[in-house]
């Protein structure tokens, strides 16, 4: 039985990749240090024999006994809530903790695959994007500290193939929802969601005419499990390119609740960008893969998700054991 470590495992990606990784067969080992991850999410893992949890940030010294085929580092806040309240462990776990799972990949001989992200490519001046494109990123903005940790992360990884000759595996992803997103966590698809089965008006920042595209969790998984097992060592877009304005989609989610809220308006946040949209040219070629599920399909499974949530679960805002260092 092959082993595979999966970093951030307690999370929205993570948890779905831990999933997917069990039904092929793998040995699992979830690695989490539970600042945004949740245990609900793999709580029905801990029952079987092939997976193991290991409560542990990354930014420390990374131990894992006997052999180990794989490892896909996912461990990082992803939301702007998250980054901008944990900017140095934001930093950290891109720095640090990727080059401590670096050298663990090395130490094993395993293959190592890195969730970069659409961010690299800041408020991009180039549409779609594509993975050519070296971006337009603020170093020293709000969202600097997740939009450099992610491309030094890129950075480091290559350095480690080309020096060490070590298989590495970069995916680039693009907005992704689906069932086990945090409600709270200030990303577009919960909060629209959020604020409508409260009765709330939705919030859009800006004139709702800035796009994004979103992919359902299932494709992603999918695309990020092809390219674990490619030869391709350059990152690749994975993403939906279905692009949709940010005032559109409010409408929409409006549409799939049946509720008769408005939208309303407030400044658009620092750096935020106004284009989102990934060109897939590259993964549709190396990797025969393309999203399969469609957004009104995925809003609904989406929507079910959060359906089942209480009304004091709609209402709680999260408050979780961020540290500052």
């Given at each position: 039985m092959?082993?595979?470590?999966?970093?951030g495992?307690?999370?929205?990606?993570?948890?779905?990749?831990?999933?997917?990784?069990?039904k092929?067969?793998?040995?699992?080992?979830?690695?989490?240090?539970?600042i945004?991850?949740?245990?609900?999410?793999?709580?029905?893992?801990?029952?079987?024999?092939?997976?193991?949890?290991?409560?542990h940030?990354?930014?420390?010294?990374v131990?894992?006994?006997?052999?180990?085929?794989?490892?896909?580092?996912?461990?990082?806040?992803?939301?702007?809530?998250?980054?901008?309240?944990?900017?140095?462990?934001?930093?950290?776990?891109?720095?640090?903790?990727?080059?401590?799972?670096?050298?663990?990949?090395?130490?094993?001989?395993?293959?190592?695959?890195?969730?970069?992200?659409?961010?690299?490519?800041?408020?991009?001046?180039?549409?779609?994007?594509n993975?050519?494109?070296?971006?337009n990123?603020?170093?020293?903005?709000?969202?600097?500290?997740?939009?450099?940790?992610?491309?030094?992360?890129?950075?480091?990884?290559?350095a480690y193939?080309?020096?060490?000759?070590l298989?590495?595996r970069?995916?680039?992803?693009?907005?992704?929802?689906?069932?086990?997103?945090?409600?709270?966590?200030?990303?577009?698809?919960?909060?629209?969601?959020?604020?409508?089965?409260?009765?709330?008006?939705?919030?859009?920042?800006?004139?709702g005419?800035?796009?994004?595209?979103?992919?359902?969790?299932?494709?992603?998984?999918?695309?990020?499990?092809r390219?674990?097992?490619?030869?391709?060592?350059?990152?690749?877009?994975?993403?939906?390119p279905?692009?949709?304005?940010?005032?559109?989609?409010?409408?929409?989610?409006?549409?799939?609740?049946?509720?008769?809220?408005?939208?309303?308006?407030?400044?658009?946040?620092?750096?935020?960008?106004?284009?989102?949209?990934?060109d897939?040219?590259?993964?549709?070629?190396?990797?025969?893969?393309?999203?399969?599920?469609?957004?009104?399909?995925?809003?609904?499974?989406?929507?079910?998700y959060?359906?089942?949530?209480?009304?004091?679960?709609?209402?709680?805002?999260?408050?979780?054991?961020?540290?500052?260092?």
């Amino acid at each position: 039985m092959q082993k595979v470590l999966i970093t951030g495992a307690a999370g929205f990606l993570g948890s779905h990749l831990c999933d997917r990784f069990i039904k092929e067969g793998f040995f699992v080992i979830g690695m989490d240090n539970l600042i945004t991850g949740d245990l609900k999410n793999i709580e029905h893992l801990f029952k079987l024999k092939n997976f193991e949890f290991y409560h542990h940030d990354i930014t420390k010294f990374v131990y894992v006994p006997g052999k180990l085929d794989y490892i896909l580092h996912f461990a990082s806040p992803a939301s702007p809530i998250d980054y901008l309240k944990i900017p140095i462990q934001t930093l950290k776990v891109g720095s640090l903790g990727t080059h401590n799972l670096l050298g663990l990949a090395k130490e094993k001989k395993a293959r190592i695959l890195i969730a970069s992200t659409s961010e690299v490519y800041g408020d991009p001046l180039v549409h779609p994007q594509n993975e050519d494109y070296y971006g337009n990123v603020n170093t020293i903005g709000p969202r600097g500290v997740y939009d450099e940790a992610k491309r030094f992360q890129e950075s480091i990884t290559m350095a480690y193939h080309t020096y060490h000759g070590l298989e590495t595996r970069i995916a680039r992803i693009f907005n992704t929802y689906g069932p086990r997103m945090r409600l709270n966590d200030g990303r577009v698809v919960p909060a629209f969601i959020g604020q409508a089965l409260r009765g709330e008006d939705l919030t859009i920042f800006g004139d709702g005419l800035q796009t994004r595209s979103f992919c359902y969790v299932d494709d992603q998984v999918e695309g990020i499990y092809r390219l674990l097992f490619s030869d391709y060592v350059y990152p690749v877009n994975i993403g939906n390119p279905d692009e949709i304005t940010i005032k559109e989609f409010a409408e929409e989610i409006i549409r799939l609740t049946g509720t008769d809220q408005k939208v309303v308006y407030q400044p658009l946040p620092v750096n935020d960008p106004l284009q989102r949209q990934p060109d897939i040219t590259r993964a549709k070629e190396i990797l025969g893969w393309e999203p399969k599920v469609n957004r009104l399909k995925g809003m609904k499974a989406t929507l079910d998700y959060f359906k089942g949530f209480s009304a004091e679960e709609l209402q709680k805002n999260e408050h979780r054991g961020f540290t500052k260092n």
